[in-house]
């Protein structure tokens, strides 16, 4: 975010006041979108009613009053979240007619804040990677370099942020798919703590680890929508928070160390209290081994297709949809893979999750730090394919803890690089309070 860029909050009282209108701000949206999506492929389908709702809001300010912290503001949301009257259809071809009984939980948190929806963005198809790319929606595709990929799975939202298609938006993350794509467009993206957020109306991956959350274009206005969303911390720490900087989530490439470096210096030049190195065992690390998505994904699919939708507007089963072979080509042999592990136990896998998470809480208190720090991806993304970011997001979701990717302020070949932040339930405020910081030294 740049200076000349206001906050939310700024937008919301202008737009409330008269000073500003919601349609006008609405249709810069969408001339931004008729003018850039054509190459981007971020958006999958737009919202009939977003005119009808910004006009709402411009009747509500021309007799003085607001409609919540998010009086006429644009917002996008990734393709897996329903919203009334609008297919769901995970950027699948064979969930295309797919119509949701209502809104989901936070969609219609957004609608009481004041919110008005432009649409709904490409993804990875059923979230399944850190790339987006869908059959209905084909690759989106970065604004800084057409040959390269946004991430994923919540790309399509990034890019809408990044290119003004909404002021913010909602993504999902399973295990990185909302960091990531903040990281890699220079936003900012908000995991939230496992189950802090409510899931109905979305479509699951892994019900053990998926969340729903913010991307925007600072933290400021992430903390708004998380207060819209009904998440609301307190504005500022009571000390400022000693942080741990977890070397060997750094990777290889001295590239990303030194794009961190300015980060770290300017919380230390702020009275951050900054331990270095701090580290994990090696044994614990999330690098291989089973994973709870190839567990848990079938069951929970399954569960969502018959409940979720209008009958008759989606297949029964996951095994139907496989079976009709209306997805990517390529994800046949996931998709078959993960059908013949529906009814297997997660047991084994969610006892690693709690070893992991007991090693990290046992880190904090051994090196009595607060949050620990990281780069978002050990890489930049140089080509449309799958980028090998490392396994540090995989921390937030197999801890369950809350994390924040902020940018460092600087880049690699053009590309932004993410630091992220995490720490326990209950560290918000100075997760925060860290990355207000981070970003003041990047502006």
């Known amino acids: 975010m740049t200076t000349a860029e206001p906050t939310i909050a700024t937008l919301a009282s202008h737009l409330a006041s008269g000073q500003l209108r919601a349609r006008d701000l609405l249709d810069a949206c969408l001339v931004a979108i008729a003018a850039r999506d054509g190459n981007l492929h971020a958006m999958l389908a737009m919202n009939l009613d977003a005119r009808a709702e910004a006009d709402a809001a411009d009747r509500a300010a021309a007799q003085g009053r607001s409609l919540g912290p998010l009086h006429g503001i644009p917002i996008v949301v990734k393709d897996n979240i329903d919203v009334a009257g609008m297919p769901t259809t995970s950027g699948c071809i064979g969930l295309r007619g797919a119509m949701p009984v209502g809104d989901a939980n936070v969609v219609s948190r957004l609608r009481a804040a004041g919110a008005v929806l432009v649409g709904k963005t490409n993804l990875s198809e059923l979230s399944f990677e850190i790339r987006s790319r869908s059959s209905l929606g084909g690759d989106v595709l970065h604004p800084l370099n057409l040959e390269v990929t946004p991430g994923g799975s919540s790309g399509g939202t990034a890019v809408a942020v990044a290119c003004g298609f909404a002021v913010a938006g909602l993504g999902t993350d399973t295990g990185g798919s909302l960091r990531i794509p903040a990281a890699y467009t220079g936003l900012v993206g908000f995991r939230p703590a496992q189950y802090a957020l409510p899931m109905n109306g979305i479509a699951p991956l892994a019900p053990a680890t998926d969340t729903v959350g913010p991307i925007a274009r600072s933290v400021d206005d992430v903390a708004l929508l998380l207060a819209a969303l009904g998440l609301r911390f307190a504005a500022a720490p009571d000390r400022q928070p000693r942080i741990g900087i977890l070397r060997q989530a750094f990777g290889s490439d001295r590239a990303i160390s030194a794009a961190l470096a300015p980060a770290i210096d300017a919380l230390a030049r702020s009275d951050v209290q900054i331990i270095d190195p701090v580290a994990l065992p090696d044994a614990l690390l999330p690098i291989s081994g089973d994973h709870i998505v190839d567990a848990q994904f079938a069951d929970a699919f399954d569960g969502y297709l018959a409940t979720n939708f209008v009958p008759g507007t989606a297949p029964a089963t996951l095994s139907a949809l496989v079976k009709s072979g209306a997805h990517l080509p390529d994800y046949a042999p996931q998709l078959r893979a993960r059908l013949a592990r529906k009814g297997g136990a997660t047991a084994t896998i969610l006892a690693e999750h709690a070893r992991l998470r007991d090693a990290m809480v046992h880190l904090l208190n051994e090196k009595q730090v607060d949050l620990l720090l990281f780069p ?68």
């Open 376 to 443: 978002t991806s050990q890489v930049v993304p140089r080509s449309l394919e799958n980028p090998k970011g490392g396994w540090a997001p995989e921390l937030a979701a197999r801890s369950g803890w809350p994390a924040l990717s902020v940018p460092s302020g600087e880049q690699i070949d053009g590309m932004p690089v993410g630091v992220e932040l995490i720490g326990p339930p209950g560290c918000e405020t100075m997760l925060f309070a860290a990355a207000r910081q981070i970003e003041a030294r990047g502006r």
